[in-house]
Structure formats: C-alpha cells, structure tokens
C-alpha cells in the first residue's frame, strides 16, 4: 500500500487478556520499528527488523512482549497478560532510507 | 535517562510570529537529528533532518539549527500558522545506520489566529 497500515485502530481489553497488533510496512521497506506513546510521554522505541537480521528487541518493557515479522513484511506486537500501564498509542513504522521513517496512525490500546 | 529532551511540553504563538522549539541531547555520538510533527489521532510525520556536519538546514518556512558544542538544535517555523498547531518530536539517532531513533517527549504547539 502506499502508507503504514495498522489494525485495529483501537482496541479495549481486560487486564489480563493477550492482544495482538498488526502492521503492514509499505511494500519494499526493508526496516520495521514498533514504537509506543503513553500519555503525556514521547515515543518509546520497542523493537526493530532490518531484512532478515535479528531483531533488536532492546526496548521491549517486559517479556511480556513480543513481536515476529513474518516473510520480511507484516509485523505482530502481542503484549500477553495486559496489564493497565500498558495503555497507549502503540505506532509502527517502516523505513528504506533514513528519511523514509514513515509511521502508520498507530493502535489506541485501552485495558481495562 | 532522557538522551533528548525537549524541556517546554506546550508553546503558544501568535499566527505570523516565529515559532521557536528548542531540543537538547546528551549523546555526542548522535550524528543526525530529526524533527516530527504529529496531528491527533495520526501518527508522527517527517518534517526536517539535519546531519551533524551542518549547523543549519532549511526548507521553506522550517529551519533547523545545530549547536554541536552545546547539544542542542532548535527548530524555527517562520511564520508560524495555524496548521502548524501539532505535537513537535525531536529525535537522534547514532552512527547513520538504519538503527531506531531516539525521541523527545514532544512539546505541543499552539498558534492562534
């Protein structure tokens, strides 16, 4: 497509629940990046994929999260056992070039 | 450990007026700097970058200035309108790799009519 496409756009769950987040990179971008804003915060770096290397899960706040890129493309985020912190605006974005960061409109989560 | 920060959470600018948004980082490995603008409910857009080898870049009514020496860039919106109003996130990133960048928390700007 020809922009960052994030599903669902919102999305309420009950604190204990596991949910998944999806991000559909533009096509041919090689790099991926998940990154969350809470409320009132900037935007915490979560993880990266570049092509088939590993990826660096650095930012990851817990093992709780987890995230696979499947076939160099889609993008999961699953956050397991949610829990009410981990409320906020979760945003993937995908790159070629370093000017060609481009985020989707990101996942409104909500536990409640 | 806040390695950019923007200290000023909000700015309110009269419209026509500059528009200045200030950004400190600690890292003096960071060797590219951006800044994006973000509307509600959307996310972050790419606005202006500059490479630690220039001290200013500029693009239309957006420039950004590099300090090396104080790690500090300021981006100026010169004149400032009203759909300008938007969150303003700073970020840097080391090495020029393709790795994550680094963001400040945004400061949000307000331009009246």
């Known amino acids: 497509g020809a922009g960052v496409s994030q599903s669902p756009s919102n999305k309420v769950t009950e604190k204990g629940k596991d949910v998944e987040l999806r991000c559909d990179p533009i096509?041919?971008?090689?790099?991926l990046y998940w990154y969350r804003q809470s409320l009132g915060q900037g935007l915490e770096f979560l993880i990266y994929f570049q092509g088939n290397s590993a990826p660096d899960k650095s930012g990851l706040p817990s093992d709780r999260f987890s995230a696979e890129r499947t076939g160099g493309s889609v993008s999961t985020l699953t956050i397991q056992r949610t829990q009410q912190e981990d409320s906020a605006v979760y945003l993937c974005?995908?790159?070629?070039?370093?000017?060609?960061?481009?985020f989707g409109s990101g996942t409104r989560l909500t536990v409640v | 450990d806040q390695q950019v920060k923007q200290n000023s959470p909000s700015l309110s600018v009269q419209e026509g007026r500059i528009s200045i948004l200030n950004c400190d980082y600690t890292?003096?490995?960071?060797?590219?700097f951006l800044w994006y603008k973000k509307y509600p409910a959307e996310g972050p857009t790419f606005l202006i970058s500059i490479s630690s080898i220039k001290d200013k870049n500029e693009d239309g009514r957006f420039t950004v200035f590099l300090n090396k020496s104080a790690k500090h860039l300021s981006l100026h919106i010169v004149p400032s309108q009203p759909g300008d109003s938007a969150v303003y996130f700073c970020?840097?990133?080391?090495?020029?790799?393709?790795?994550?960048?680094?963001f400040g928390k945004g400061t949000k700007l307000s331009v009246k009519p």
């Open positions: 974005a995908s790159s070629s070039l370093i000017r060609g960061y481009t």
């Open positions: 890292n003096s490995m960071f060797d590219y």
């Open positions: 096509s041919g971008h090689t790099a």
């Open positions: 970020a840097a990133m080391l090495g020029g790799s393709q790795g994550n960048l680094i």
